[in-house]
């Protein structure tokens, strides 16, 4: 079961790879947002994942839980940021 | 059995984010993006992480758990919304058919 856990950490990781594409390249500041709202989501299950790999599963659950509150003001911080004529 | 169970809906899970990837790397606009992230990661998240709170049985980290996956199913809608009513506001322009090529054009509009 633990090397199930790790190979599927290992496809997330793969598709957080293809997502920086879109991250890094994609054309315009809202498609570089919505690729890290992507990445954020996909990194707290890898924290999850990576809680029962190593059994300190007590511990992740609450770095995984920050994360998602942080990931989910920062993409709304952002947002509210662009919406305003003129903030970029 | 449990573990049977598990293995499912944690395959599941990936296969949704894998789409999720796709549509965002494929599709010919932003708000096809979008459309395509906002739902597949959301299900493939909740998936994921209920699959691992059926491996882990009942107890306090499950419960925490399952409060991730509350949490992620209220905010990450309403995250896409607010970005999609960003856009909107801003007047970024949706593909359609006509449009000849959508990225230069959505890229100059957001540098405005």
Not at chain 2, 63 to 79: D, G, Q, R, S
Request: charged content about 15%; proline content about 4%.
């Amino acid at each position: 079961m633990n090397d199930f856990f790790l190979w599927t950490s290992i496809i997330l990781g793969l598709l957080v790879l293809a997502c920086l594409y879109r991250g890094v390249g994609g054309p315009g500041f809202l498609n570089r947002i919505v690729a890290v709202n992507v990445i954020g989501t996909k990194i707290v299950v890898i924290l999850a994942l990576m809680g029962f790999i190593i059994d300190r599963i007590d511990m992740f659950v609450d770095i995984s839980l920050v994360y998602v509150l942080l990931n989910f003001l920062g993409t709304l911080a952002a947002a509210k940021y662009l919406e305003r004529k003129g903030a970029i | 059995m449990v573990d049977v169970l598990s293995v499912l809906l944690i395959a599941c899970g990936i296969f949704l984010f894998a789409s999720g990837t796709l549509g965002l790397l494929r599709l010919p606009d932003f708000y096809c993006r979008m459309h395509a992230t906002g739902k597949c990661d959301t299900l493939g998240a909740l998936l994921v992480l209920l699959g691992l709170a059926v491996y882990q049985g009942f107890s306090l980290i499950s419960v925490k758990l399952l409060f991730i996956v509350v949490f992620i199913f209220l905010a990450n809608p309403t995250a896409t919304h607010a970005i999609g009513r960003a856009a909107f506001v801003r007047r970024v322009r949706p593909w359609t058919k006509d449009s000849p090529e959508p990225p230069a054009s959505e890229a100059e509009e957001d540098l405005k």
